[in-house]
């Protein structure tokens, strides 16, 4: 079956360290996207790349880099500058057609 | 800056009752309003529309679009305690069809 792998479900680590999490998609989708969910509210971009080897910053990319070394593989790390990492971060791939958009399950970090 | 508000941000219902839920929004370069449920994990899909005037339809779900005044509706007829969930909408903008969210509304049903 098609569709986006992230992992892990759920991650925790200490205040100040990287964290990298991993979004695989086998839907040969060229566009692939990350955006952060906090309680009560809605998605933010964080990240998106529309093909490999490029990437664009969205709206809260600070303290955030990814890499699109592979049409597949889009990782996301968050490094100790991003002062609020604890959050709900969901990956997205489309098609770049009409309808194209399909979410990952989503990574749940907390930070301690 | 792109803007997607949704309203109510909560409802809390009975079953069978029916609700609307509300989405405006303000973007540059518009391709497509999307609805979505979002229970405890990634958004479902409900509905794609970028035409005004034309209902979508799915079961006891339905969604319209107005371009003109920039609003689109969500209604639930019969809700059921499965339709607890909140439900996004958010607006496909761009040649990168990035999507921009608004905060969603918490609908919750009870018996």
């Known amino acids: 079956d098609g569709g986006i792998t992230q992992s892990p479900k759920y991650l925790f680590r200490k205040e100040g360290q990287n964290v990298t999490l991993s979004c695989e998609q086998n839907?040969?989708?060229?566009?692939m996207y990350w955006y952060r969910q906090d309680p009560g509210q809605g998605l933010r971009l964080i990240y998106y790349s529309q093909i490999v080897n490029d990437f664009q910053k969205g709206d809260i990319a600070e303290g955030y880099s990814v890499s699109r070394e592979k049409k597949e593989s889009f990782p996301l790390t968050v490094t100790s500058a991003q002062k609020n990492p604890t959050a709900f971060y969901l990956c997205?791939?489309?098609?770049?057609?009409?309808?194209?958009?399909?979410f990952g399950s989503g990574t749940r970090l907390t930070v301690v | 800056e792109d803007k997607v508000v949704q309203s109510p941000l909560s409802l809390v219902v009975h079953e069978g009752d029916t609700v609307t839920l509300n989405c405006s929004y303000e973007?540059?370069?518009?391709?497509?309003l999307l609805w979505y449920k979002q229970e405890k994990k990634a958004p479902t899909f409900l509905f794609m529309l970028t035409s005004s005037g034309i209902e979508k339809k799915s079961g006891r779900l339905s969604s319209i679009l107005d371009k003109k005044e920039l609003f689109s509706i969500l209604n639930i007829t019969a809700t059921q305690t499965g339709d607890s969930a909140v439900y996004l909408c958010a607006v496909c903008v761009g040649t990168a069809s990035k999507l921009t969210f608004g905060t969603g509304t918490r609908l919750q049903v009870t018996l």
């Open positions: 997205a791939s489309s098609d770049n057609r009409a309808y194209g958009y399909t």
């Open positions: 839907l040969n989708h060229d566009a």
């Open positions: 973007v540059t370069n518009f391709r497509s």
